[in-house]
């Protein structure tokens, strides 16, 4: 993948300053069209965004035609054949795109083959993960749409302030802050059952987050005799987990199977719930990737900022 990465560095001009590939793939290359755009066409500022999609195609069907017309020369220098079946393709043009990395993009598409399209397309983003809570990954979304679509920041500062007062305050509970994962080891990770008088068992080296969570979840089942009514968590099952604030049992998270919650643990949750590091972990860690790809800064308190003219 290293190789693909330098390939637009061969096809810069000796004086040129700029690459203009914006991203590539084993079977894709995403070009930046705009200086040629307003190079050919002078009045481009006053052009409406459908002129723009269509001088846009214009260019890549083109180019289509030229790289396609070179692949013959290339069929006979590389591969000694005279006939072949290489062809370039344009599949779409797109009005702005984000690249996180490999496979990893969104894209506003405007026109696919020739037709017009107004369509988010997203692969690979962490917000799209199975172990992402739903909440926060629909949150992401919107926001991503937004900054494709040309939002300020400003605006998109609010929204991320407003979410979190939403987040942290009482509207959201554990089940929506939960994160969804599946425990695929349990018992490799108990290093020794509770000895009598304990309540907890003791945690083997490396044992992961959810697991240590689902752990402990078992114990106090137990300890409180709620084993015989309740499902304990087994390798395997599909579980949710929270960071804890400081408790009486410091426990510094637990997981829960939502189809089935002794209303103990429901308790111990709605009380002990961290929501701030359930946010800051989990949505604001990603959020701030994301304002550093866009040479952003984030900023979670917007109105602080405007009173005292913060940079």
Known sequence: MKYLE?????????E?????????DTDSVYVEAEPLLRYLHPNFENMSEEEKDNALESV???????????????????????SHRFEMKTECTIRSAYFRATRR??????KKEGIYKDEMDIKGLEFMKANFPPIFGEFFDKILNLVLKGSPQSEIDDLIFNFKKTSLGKELSYIELGNPTSVKTLDDYIAQK???GEIFSSFASGAPAPVKASIRYNDLLTFWGLDKKHSKIVQGDKIKWVYFKPNPYRIEALAFLDFDLPDKIKELLDEYTDKTKSFESI????LEG????LGWKLNLNPYLTKFFNFD
């Not at 994301?290 to 790809?293: A, L, Q, S």
Request: glycine share 2%; proline share 5%; hydrophobic share 35%.
């Open 194 to 196: 509770p000895k009598p």
């Open 16 to 24: 040129d300053n700029e690459n203009y590939v914006a991203y590539m």
């Open 60 to 82: 890549a069907l083109k180019y289509q035609d030229l790289i396609t017309e070179y692949y013959s020369e290339m069929a006979l220098n590389i591969f000694n054949v005279s």
């Open 283 to 286: 949505l604001e860690s990603k």
């Open 105 to 110: 993009y969104a894209q506003w598409i405007s």
């Open 6 to 14: 330098d390939c637009p560095l061969f096809i810069k001009g000796e």
């Open 290 to 293: 994301f304002y550093d790809d």
